[in-house]
């Protein structure tokens, strides 16, 4: 292998992992957008006096950003598809027809069990809705959640998706991603503070 393959094989796993994670990086902006309405927690409070998650974490953003991440996975199976494009994921599952909903869904909503995971930790740990976290945890809720989920359902296809490099530039690339995507919300006047 000279510099040049390993410039080109750098390039398409970069290029395969973004793709694979597309749901997933989709859903959670999403949430953002089309949040709002009845909080998941009611507005309970845990025992330690302090909110479940927080008004943060609405059912409209849970399932609405789950359900767009996956209407993301069909527009990109229908291009891998009709294109032809042979070096990218098109979310089949060997011997499962229309396994591909199975894996479109582990990835949106788990991005957003992700995402309201964390929050249930920043509330145990007296963090304010909206109030950064330590060690970029929010910009790796969902990239956790929907890797658990989807490996957990999946394990075959996971592994068909994602080598070890694969995770490692999703691992690189997604608080840079996160960080952008939350700068422009806020820019957008759609969020609150631009993490
Ligand atoms: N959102 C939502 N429902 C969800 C997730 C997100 O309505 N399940 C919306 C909320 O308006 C939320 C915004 O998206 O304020 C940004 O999400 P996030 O940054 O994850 O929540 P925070 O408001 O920062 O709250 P937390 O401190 O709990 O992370
Ligand atoms: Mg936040």
Known sequence: MNALDILQYAGLVLI??????????????????????TPIDFGKNWKDGRRILGNGKSWRGLFGGAFLGMCIGFIQIAIV???????????????LEYGFIGVLFTLGFGAMLGDTAKSFWKRRKGFERGQKSPYLIDSYDF????????MCCFWTWFWSAFTLWHLLAVALLTPALHRLVNIIGYKMGKKAEPW
């Not at 395969?16 to 709002?36: I, R």
């Not at 009709?82 to 011997?95: H, Q, T």
């Not at 990239?143 to 989807?150: H, N």
């Open 143 to 150: 990239m956790i959640g929907a890797w658990l989920l989807t």
């Open 81 to 95: 598809r009709l294109a032809g494009i042979s070096f990218l994921e098109d979310f089949a599952v060997s011997g």
């Open 16 to 37: 395969q992992a973004l793709w694979a994670m597309l749901p997933a990086y989709v859903a959670n902006p999403a949430a953002v957008l089309v949040g709002g309405g």
